[in-house]
């Protein structure tokens, strides 16, 4: 099955017209480079789908998904007003910022920690592999994430050893 580029920039640039937003607001409130939406607008063919692309959908206001069905050559999908949408459920990411919505979203679940901070508080990370990675990019990913994990129990330690210290 082809995948018409050419369309999803056509598809693009007339969302953006329609919302009245330039290139550079829309790249804005995709978190994109400009030259992102550049590309995408002038239909320029790929191999695989960017992450890029579902963050211009979310801009746009679009369905996730809604990408996809207008390379195949169908059309965009409005994404649910937010009195459409369901309540939320337990384990939902509801509260969570967009940009963090759709980061959960990209690409393969390599891993996650949750590292306790100073009294209740917690950091929660979650490291995320790039969509349609080759299984050598994904072993890279991990041992440098294996890296920034002793970079991170050095702090740990560091602040252990500060906060006995005072």
Known sequence: MSRDWVRLGHAIEAARDAKGMTQV???KAAEVSESTIQNLEAGKARVRQPPSVKKVEAALGWAPGSADAVLAGGEPTPAPAAQDTEPPQAGDQTG???RIIQELSDGPLLDTTVLPLSGDSRMV???KGTPDASPEQIRRDLIAWAKAQSVLRD???DGDSSE???
Do not use: H, T
């Open 25 to 27: 607001a829309l790249a």
């Open 96 to 98: 969570l910022p967009l």
């Open 125 to 127: 990370i979650v490291v």
């Open 155 to 157: 702090l740990d330690r």
């Open 164 to 166: 006995s210290a005072n």
